[in-house]
């Protein structure tokens, strides 16, 4: 798989029937890997030993509905009181990022109102803030660290 802009992480995987599958933390199972997957993993990683986020917190890959539609979302972070922290769309390396990639994110989080956005394709990241007085967000550096 392609290096990706992330620090170097150790996953486990397992080769069965031709395919290569790399194990989820979250999810506590074997996936099969994609490039997709393989953002979402690292993502998911840097979340919980670079930003320091609880394990028990984070949720990947979960049903949404957004205007009677069934949605996807790659990963969330909670709260402790249950609030939505973060929202994460993953895209694969070649997928570049774009401002439909942006509204998308927009329109899951219309719903969900998480307080920052995350939209990567494992090469860039970008990180935002939700200021949903101004129905806006603002790009930061980084995502916060996680603070108890």
Request: net charge neutral; charged share 25%.
């Amino acid at each position: 798989m392609q290096k990706l802009n992330f620090p170097s992480f150790s996953f486990r995987f397992k080769n069965s029937e031709n395919k290569v599958s790399i194990f989820d933390d979250i999810r506590k199972k074997f996936i099969i890997l994609t490039p997709e997957e393989w953002v979402r993993q690292h993502t998911v990683q840097f979340l919980l030993q670079e930003k320091n986020y609880p394990k028990s917190y984070i949720n990947v890959e979960k049903l949404i509905k957004i205007n009677d539609i069934n949605k996807r979302y790659d990963a969330v972070v909670f709260q402790p009181n249950g609030a939505l922290f973060l929202l994460v769309e993953c895209k694969a390396p070649e997928v570049k990022i774009t401002q439909e990639t942006f509204d998308q994110i927009a329109r899951y989080n219309l719903t969900l109102k998480a307080q920052y956005l995350m939209v990567t394709n494992g090469l860039n990241h970008y990180f935002c803030q939700m200021d949903f007085e101004n129905e806006k967000y603002i790009f930061l550096e980084e995502l916060p660290d996680y603070r108890q």
